[in-house]
């Protein structure tokens, strides 16, 4: 086994969940997943963790055959239990094929998901991680052979993550306590919006492995200007580029996309808080290089920021400010490398992907 | 997908189960039995069945990754709590490697038994089903090639089991309210025991798929004679070939191996039970036609009747009569297709491997 591997395992178990002696534990991965579950099971083994093995929403082809043969769906009570009695949560992605349900009908999907709410609440109440195994398909997604994916996820991922923590919280410091942000690239993005009393998170390698970014959430109707979003997202199976939104007290009033523009006007039809931002995140990982079709990934990209639309996470909203609750969350990545910079309350902090503390 | 695996799992959830709307499933299987799951959950979604995969006891790489760096173990409660809510478990052998976890310790292995041992007396609480998938590990193991293999375990597993159990019926009505049998093969075998008050069962493919033979228990101290086992059989990964067996008052007073007779003997030394029969078995799935080092297929082949040293099975033990409580129960077979022949009370019911009841 590729020494990577172990040592991937080895950040799950120590870093992002901290497991001890007698903790319950579920893995839910896919098969091509195998070495590194194995990984974990020596770990667990020496750690005195119970880890069970289940493929619940990470079994692609069972899903598939199980949706394309029923449209209503209920909260299976036996797979409650396990949650419940579990201590801690694995999900590793890898895919034999990552468009396995592409054929499955969208509102059975919908259908299904609500019914499974239940149970990703419960996995969301205990410690949790999100990691992602190099399998091949996942390497064509991201249009790399499987070795150069695999020097590309295990380099992202088996980092001293305290080193991170330490050096992204220098851009903590800058924006937690900050009022405006004002983000300038090319001629095609100008765009402010004030973070104040708003709680800015340091993502480093816990609930998601890569972690890399430190994001916050916008005030609600504070967001003013034009963004293009030049990175490309991938929503519900399907490709969105060359996204365009112009906000005016901090709700999208136009759009346009070069590719698939009516996706992404459902995208903002969802509801109310769909046309108005969710999240402010600064990509901080620079052994994340590259676009990879894989927002695990490509969020943390070094160089880059992301913003959403609908939904805000709840730690990064503070009391005075009112949570974004749309149904919806889509990440959309701004590329900062050139002609680029960040302004928070007047001062450059960043500059052609260059932050101040690091000149 | 082979159309076969599709009639193998409707042969599971309509026959073997019966399986009904809301019923809470788990499928403990191995990647390799990929297919066969696929299709238990086409079958699974339009019977309302609502299935959980999970790689328990068979994900061979990750118990073997457990076992070898663990010593004590105890009962995890979340798998507890996912099996009490449970209403149904199919288990699917099926592996990648049969000799995965020959290098695990065997007192980490009767370890781990123990502490497993409430999650299996709660899985065997449900209904549940112990079947196979035709994986080349198994055909392997078989000495077969795989589609060979696949065309044998297909073979025996797709039956009409209804008609099965009719024929086999037969037996019973011979056998349930018999007093004396009698069995003789060559000049090897030639031993008496009674079955008086103790029920005989009709096996037709519910809990083990295959099915196909039926069964009951002997009365401990009525057995007498020599046995000789002519086909090999496999104990904690070892052949021991050419068991004799020699029986007073139902007890083995003299025993032989031409292979691992120290294993025979360990085996016969486990406990006061251990050197009883607590099993009389006789094989009639003559699709099963060939000897596989696999006990689900090798005990229900036709022409072959085989008995086990060891535990009784509680349902084939009449009010009357004592049930081996042993800790062992190990299956050994008699070839019975020539120059050999079963009486029961004195009647001969059948001889070369034909029944009376076939005449």
Redesign the interface.
């Known amino acids: 086994m590729d020494s990577r591997i172990r040592e991937h395992a080895s950040v799950v178990v120590d870093h992002s969940l901290d497991l001890s002696e007698?903790d319950?534990l579920?893995i839910d991965a896919h098969?091509v997943s195998?070495d590194l579950?194995?990984?974990l099971?020596?770990?667990?083994?020496?750690r005195?963790v119970?880890?069970?093995?289940?493929?619940?929403r990470l079994?692609e082809?069972?899903t598939r055959?199980?949706?394309?043969?029923?449209e209503e769906f209920?909260t299976?009570?036996?797979?409650?239990?396990?949650?419940?009695?579990?201590?801690a949560y694995i999900a590793i992605r890898g895919s034999a094929n990552v468009t396995e349900t592409s054929d499955v009908d969208p509102e059975t999907n919908a259908a299904y998901s609500q019914a499974q709410r239940p149970l990703l609440d419960e996995r969301l109440s205990k410690p949790w991680c999100l990691t992602q195994y190099p399998a091949a398909a996942n390497a064509q997604l991201a249009q790399m052979s499987t070795e150069g994916y695999e020097n590309f996820v295990w380099d992202a991922v088996n980092k001293d993550w305290d080193a991170v923590k330490e050096h992204q919280s220098q851009m903590v410091d800058i924006l937690d306590p900050a009022d405006e942000v004002h983000i300038v690239s090319g001629d095609t993005t100008d765009v402010r919006m004030s973070v104040a009393g708003n709680p800015t998170l340091n993502d480093y390698g816990e609930r998601n492995l890569p972690g890399g970014e430190v994001f916050t959430a916008p005030v609600a109707d504070s967001v003013e200007g034009e963004v293009l979003f030049d990175k490309p997202l991938y929503h519900q199976g399907r490709e969105i580029t060359g996204v365009s939104l112009r906000f005016e007290n901090g709700q999208v009033v136009s759009h346009s996309a070069e590719k698939n523009e009516a996706l992404l006007t459902e995208v903002l039809d969802t509801d109310e808080g769909a046309r108005y931002l969710g999240e402010l995140g600064i990509g901080m990982n620079r052994d994340i290089d590259r676009f990879t079709y894989n927002m695990l990934f490509d969020e943390k990209m070094g160089d880059t920021v992301h913003m959403a639309v609908g939904r805000a996470y709840e730690d990064t909203v503070g009391e005075e400010n009112e949570q974004n609750e749309s149904a919806v969350h889509v990440d959309m990545i701004v590329d900062m490398s050139e002609d680029s910079y960040i302004e928070v309350d007047g001062e450059r902090v960043q500059e052609d992907g260059t932050f101040i503390f690091e000149e």
């Open positions: 007698g319950n579920v098969p195998e579950v194995v990984a099971h020596e770990l667990a083994a020496d005195g119970n880890p069970l093995v289940v493929q619940d079994g082809r069972y055959a199980y949706l394309r043969n029923r209920e299976p009570s036996h797979v409650m239990a396990l949650y419940e009695e579990m201590d």
